[in-house]
């Protein structure tokens, strides 16, 4: 399954209100647009227009994922992702922290679920209660999560959801080495009816940027694995 960036954050913003504020759920269109703007408890912060918010969720019915209850003069949006993938209280919690905040570790998934309802009342008692929801998630055809190694300066792994392609995963050697990369192209700030081929300067210039920094992450892989760099000989 792949859903664009505002999908995943209007659909784990959906999860997460009916989670933690289940009186003001289903969602109005202003509180889901305010929800996917929220400052707190969100990477990357976004400042989406009710156009963006209400064309990811129109994608998001036809993929059999929300619905949208019309009542008197206010439209309530709702995720249906638990019918729709056969998930349980404890996946939809790590789902909707997977999916509002990216990779995440076993100990910042647990501090960011205690909210949550889960098979054990409000969040997990632990951090092996955690681990063994996510590998029951990671197994199977269709795989829901990843486990994506650590990141620079941590000491557990960190897991990713495989609802979209900014968690696509590509691993060299181990998971557990300092070898496993995450490849987490930038796509959040794309905006749907935005021409991704334009000559404009600012998209030269993005484009330039991207290539740049993916020119670096070669450079650190090749580096890490001993590999020489090319010789790209001399002009004439």
Not at 99 to 119: N, V, W
Not at 168 to 197: H, M, N, W
């Amino acid at each position: 399954m792949e859903l664009s960036a505002e999908e995943r954050r209007v659909l784990g913003c959906l999860i997460e209100k009916q989670a933690t504020t289940p009186d003001q759920y289903p969602l109005s269109t202003n509180a889901l647009v305010l929800a996917c703007n929220q400052k707190s408890n969100r990477d990357p912060v976004v400042e989406y227009d009710e156009r963006i918010v209400m064309d990811a969720t129109l994608l998001l019915r036809r993929g059999g994922l929300a619905r949208m209850n019309s009542s008197g003069r206010t439209d309530k949006h709702r995720h249906i992702l638990d019918d729709a993938l056969g998930v349980d209280h404890d996946r939809l919690a790590l789902l909707a922290i997977m999916l509002l905040r990216g990779p995440q570790s076993t100990g910042e998934l647990k501090t960011r679920t205690e909210r949550y309802p889960t098979s054990q009342g409000l969040g997990f008692e632990s951090l092996d209660d955690i681990e063994a929801v996510l590998e029951r998630m990671a197994e199977g055809t269709d795989p829901l999560v990843a486990n994506v190694g650590r990141s620079a300066g941590q000491s557990q792994d960190r897991w990713a959801h495989l609802l979209g392609e900014p968690n696509a995963v590509a691993y060299v050697g181990d998971a557990d080495s300092d070898l496993a990369f995450a490849l987490e192209p930038d796509v959040d700030s794309y905006t749907p009816g935005t021409d991704l081929v334009s000559g404009s300067a600012d998209h030269d210039a993005s484009l330039a940027e991207r290539v740049s920094r993916l020119e670096e992450r070669l450079a650190a892989l090749e580096a890490a694995l001993g590999m020489p760099e090319p010789d790209l000989g001399s002009d004439g």
